[in-house]
């Protein structure tokens, strides 16, 4: 994913829609500022959030049809 984004880096904020368990999430997280994770997963999001932290990050859990926020 890195060489198709790179150019757009870095970003302000970015937002990683099915963010799942978080893989790409640590590597997004150096790019930006604040980093908006959004699945359709409670439990996702939640292990996102032990993965990762709350610091320059904001988790969303979406119906899968609107990014809500």
Not at 14 to 32: D, N, P, T, Y
Not at 53 to 67: I, K, P
Request: glycine share 10%.
């Amino acid at each position: 994913i890195y060489p198709r984004i790179r150019q757009h880096l870095p970003a302000g904020t970015i937002l990683e829609v099915e963010a799942g368990q978080g893989r790409w999430s640590e590597r997004l997280r150096e790019h930006c500022q604040l980093l908006i994770l959004q699945d359709i997963s409670e439990r996702c999001i939640h292990m996102c959030k032990q993965r990762l932290g709350d610091e320059g990050l904001l988790y969303r859990v979406s119906n899968g049809r609107e990014l809500n926020g």
